[in-house]
């Protein structure tokens, strides 16, 4: 019984610092949120000025790949899975099959979601290719 006494209480401490440092990060987000609108603000005001002036901070928008799939594996899967299956697939239930096939756990939210968003994606750019694809286009 003493070792489930210190493990609760381990666990109670372990809690408390989770919540501190999640109280600081959150303290952190608003403070660099506001450094953010702060820059922007100074460089429109130095744009009023100058309005060939460029930020050296700003880069090109770059999306970040949150999906595990190489170039083109994802819709190869796809295809895969719905011949396989012979019947219609929803979304969801393609999404389900690629997370087991990749060995990803669905807590991964993030990459979960991404790989949901990329699946409903994929008919409607394959459609959107076949149509190009036609004489006259």
Do not use: C, N, Y
Not at 76 to 86: A, F, N, P, Q, V
Request: hydrophobic letters at 40%.
């Amino acid at each position: 019984m003493g070792d489930a006494l210190s493990a609760a209480a381990i666990l109670e401490v372990l809690s408390e610092k989770r919540a501190a440092l999640v109280e600081d990060a959150l303290r952190m987000e608003q403070a660099l949120a506001a450094a953010r609108r702060d820059i922007e603000h100074l460089e429109g005001t130095i744009r009023l000025f100058d309005s060939r002036w460029q930020s050296p901070l700003r880069k090109s928008p770059r999306r970040s790949r949150l999906t595990p799939f190489r170039m083109g594996e994802l819709t190869r899967l796809l295809l895969d899975e719905m011949r396989r299956s012979g019947t219609a697939l929803t979304a969801r239930d393609l999404t389900k099959r690629l997370l087991t096939v990749k060995g990803i756990t669905a807590e991964d939210r993030a990459v979960r979601d991404a790989i949901g968003r990329a699946v409903g994606a994929r008919p409607h750019q394959t459609e959107k290719a076949r149509r190009d694809d036609l004489p006259g286009r």
